[in-house]
């Protein structure tokens, strides 16, 4: 099977060389014959992949240790079901899930293609091939997953304990496939450009790829907190890691993108800035891809020391000057149908939106490299540490929060400032009156008012446009008020789902506001039947049971929770040791509400039974968890196709007052 998987590997890499130089000379040449086989050989380039994927996979369930990437990453004590885990958990396998999903991705646009991008779909299709063709020649030249050893060892070295855990079945795979995926509307700008269609051709093909990135990339970053959270044993979800930031840059490049592009969906404007803005966001997810393959940065994420660096690094600089060449080469035919009527307006919202989401990501890229620059330099590495992100970044995310909440209520064009003071008042209204409630429950933290109040600015302005519109058709149709909410958001999915979207995101800032403004967290050491008070729980230990397994030994401990006196729940953290890693990971125990999260972790186990505790209340924490399948069905909402021009037509008789005008 490996040797069919190395076979496949350099089969494809032919294949998508043949599909980009075809492509190109095909349509240059006017050869009709020749753009159509290339466009073929993208199906091919996609089975081959799937043969190699397959036999790598059969490599660890026949737990074939010749294969040295079958031997570093797995043994015969894991579970079958971590092979998927196991498949990318290093470098060279991660690769080949990479070039397969694009791959994938590749040949589903080449099948799907609008007819209003056929004319430039070659060069497209260029594109995403030579995209493939530099990860199939890194697994070829640098990074085999079918390289074998010249022995074959009795076991292998096993999984990383970190990775066996069940974020890693999503969180992993969901990251990677966004940022690759990221190509997709790159590569549709890039095409028009280069066929010479400067116009909005590409715009609803960008706009669908460029969401499905976002919401790959928004899932993997909260399941990655989420993992960080539950096994890391720190009690937080986010620590400003260079690699975490490099996942969290392309996310807030492509998020402007998306709001910007339906800017020129809508009225024809800032079609050069968003040229700019996916060129990017594919620059960052690159410098992602480059910070995960052994970058120069110390984290705990990436693949460790690594000849790839220096690889991904050169096509990081391909990827960002080449795009810019083409930007100003055709620069003179660039030119939105429209210009901005006036700063008060939507429009001018999305914009200021996309600046705040860019400065929020240049701020994170300079923290991010700062440490290259120092010792560049000086020859010192400076270290950027979790406070200086919070304190610039974190004036910023609430400038972004506003600016969420007033957007869509202002209409497109123009108003005045009467006509904002109108619309706000209600929303504006509902905001005071929770941060006056909020200080009189004694809350005082500046920052936590002004964020708590933007939250419910936000939410009171979505669900005063959904009362508005369900209402107006309830008037005009007769439908009941559920039947006429859930009918106005497939009227228009894009806004609506947007929506939900933003409802997704406040609930993800109550949880970082509530742990971070208001947690409490103490270290203790219990011995079995010692008692400790944090908030107003009692945590009572009563002791610890080992449970040996033959990779590691488990240390299993037994917290009763109590409140007043009576018993809430029973917690069992747990503490495992690795020998042949010589490494311990932590299960932390959780009761969680959506009050507030109770989190216990074991950080130390001593010889005499006693346990080394850390108790952590963090406030409000489960709304960030919720966050994720919400934002997922907004996602989904606003990619699901529109209705047919018939019934679209039928919405559109609903009266000017529901204010659900297209987005």
Known sequence: MSDLGAISLWIALVLAGYAAVGSVVGKVRNVPALVESSRRAVYLVLLALVVATLSLVASFITNDFEVAYVALHSDLAMPARFTWVAFYAGNEGSLLYIAFVLAAVSALVVWRVQPSLRDTMPYTTAILMVIVVFFLAVMGFMANPFDKLPFVPPDGEGINPLLTHLGMFFHPPAL??????????????????????????????????GLVAWGLLASGLLLGSWWAYTILGWGGFWFWDPVENAALMPFLGLTA???????????GMFRMWNILLINVAFGLALY????????????????????????????????????????????????????????????????VNNLLLLAVAFVTLWGSVYPLISRLFTGNEITVARPFYDQVNGPLFLGLLFVMGVGPLLPWRRTTPA????????PGSFALAVVVVLLALGLRQPYALIAFGLGAMVTAGIFLEWYRGARSRHRSMGENYLLAWLRLIGANRPRYGGYIVHLAVVMVALGIVGSSFFGTQRDVVLAPGDSFTIEDYELRFMGTVEVPHSNRTEFVSTIEVYRDGRLLEILYPRRDFYPAFNMAATRAAIRSTPVEDLYVVPSENLADGKVGFRFLVNPLMWWMWVAGPVLVLGTLVALWPQPSPARARVAARIPAGSRASPA
């Open 176 to 209: 990677m496939a966004g940022l690759v995926f990221t190509a997709v509307p790159f590569s549709f700008s890039l095409g028009s450009l280069i066929g010479g269609k400067t116009g909005d051709e590409w715009v609803d093909a960008g706009r669908v790829w």
């Open 257 to 267: 993108f998306i709001h910007s592009i339906m800017v020129q969906k809508r009225r």
């Open 288 to 351: 992602g891809m480059f910070m995960n393959r052994g970058g120069p940065v110390p984290s705990v994420h990436s693949f460790g020391a690594s000849s790839l660096g220096w690889t991904f690094l050169i096509f990081l600089g391909v990827g960002v000057v080449v795009p810019l060449i083409v930007f100003f080469w055709r620069y003179p035919l660039i030119k939105s149908a429209q210009r901005l009527d006036s700063m008060i307006s939507r429009e001018a919202a999305f914009l």
């Open 419 to 426: 006509g904002v003071g109108k619309a706000l008042l209600r």
